[in-house]
């Protein structure tokens, strides 16, 4: 039988942490036949989020969790897959802004034969609710991927995510970035090597107001992190 792993990687989360992992639990144990196990990742936590974390493990079956002493989306992911064994490695954002009814969908396009699967908040048939702002940044950094490569993709940076054995492999160990751009990163890497099937599938998407993601913040950075992926792939 075919085994799914589920990353949800958290800092400072304590406020959801634990009704996010039930709810994540209690979907899992209901939908899902195949073995399965979610895997919290916790990277530098400073509140009371590890506590919180090593107790659903007590509370919940085939809950796990590691404790990383630095932060980044990226650099929980990296370390969760690269050192566990599963057929799906997926993972979802710990604010559940995707709805998680999706998961099923996300997990069976991997088994099905993609190499790896995003959830899109642009396709037509997705149902996406965010400010006018965050709307704003989110399409005036797409623009700038496209200005940057020949990419087919229409969304990045949503944290709900699907990949197989094939990419942890190949795709993976090439990843650099232990932040928000991992994201990007590893789609365009994907996309670039040949043989590499990927899928964007339509979502239910509403933006949390509680959203650890400061967009403005980080604009230079993922420019800098473009272009810097651009020349790495030229160079390919």
């Given at each position: 039988m075919k085994k799914i792993i589920l990353t949800v990687p958290v800092y400072n989360e304590e406020k959801v942490l634990e009704t996010a992992i039930i709810r994540l639990h209690n979907y899992m144990r209901e939908n899902i036949k195949n073995k399965w196990e979610i895997l919290i990742a916790n990277?530098?936590?400073?509140?009371?989020?590890?506590?919180?974390?090593?107790?659903?493990?007590?509370?919940?079956?085939?809950?796990?969790?590691?404790?990383?002493?630095?932060?980044?989306?990226?650099?929980?992911?990296?370390?969760?897959?690269?050192?566990?064994?599963?057929?799906?490695?997926?993972?979802?954002?710990?604010?559940?802004?995707?709805?998680?009814?999706?998961?099923?969908?996300?997990?069976?396009?991997?088994?099905?034969?993609?190499?790896?699967?995003?959830?899109?908040?642009?396709?037509?048939?997705?149902?996406?609710?965010?400010?006018?702002?965050?709307?704003?940044?989110?399409?005036?950094?797409?623009?700038?991927?496209?200005?940057?490569?020949?990419?087919?993709?229409?969304?990045?940076?949503?944290?709900?995510?699907?990949?197989?054995?094939?990419?942890v492999k190949e795709i993976l160990p090439k990843v650099e970035n232990k932040e928000w751009f991992f994201d990007t990163e590893s789609l365009l890497l994907a996309e670039n090597t040949p043989g590499f099937k990927i899928e964007e599938i339509p979502i239910t998407w509403y933006e949390r107001k509680d959203s650890k993601v400061r967009i403005i913040k980080i604009v230079y950075q993922y420019i800098t992190n473009i272009i810097e992926l651009k020349f790495r792939i030229r160079k390919r």
């Open positions: 990277n530098a936590s400073t509140d009371k989020t590890k506590e919180i974390a090593d107790n659903l493990t007590k509370k919940l079956s085939n809950v796990k969790v590691f404790h990383l002493t630095s932060k980044g989306r990226g650099n929980a992911l990296k370390h969760a897959w690269m050192n566990s064994e599963a057929d799906v490695y997926a993972y979802c954002d710990v604010d559940l802004a995707t709805d998680i009814i999706h998961l099923k969908k996300l997990f069976n396009s991997v088994l099905e034969g993609n190499d790896i699967v995003t959830g899109s908040r642009y396709i037509k048939t997705s149902d996406t609710r965010r400010t006018l702002k965050r709307l704003v940044l989110s399409k005036g950094y797409i623009y700038l991927i496209k200005l940057f490569f020949k990419t087919k993709i229409i969304d990045f940076q949503c944290g709900f995510k699907a990949v197989n054995k094939k990419f």
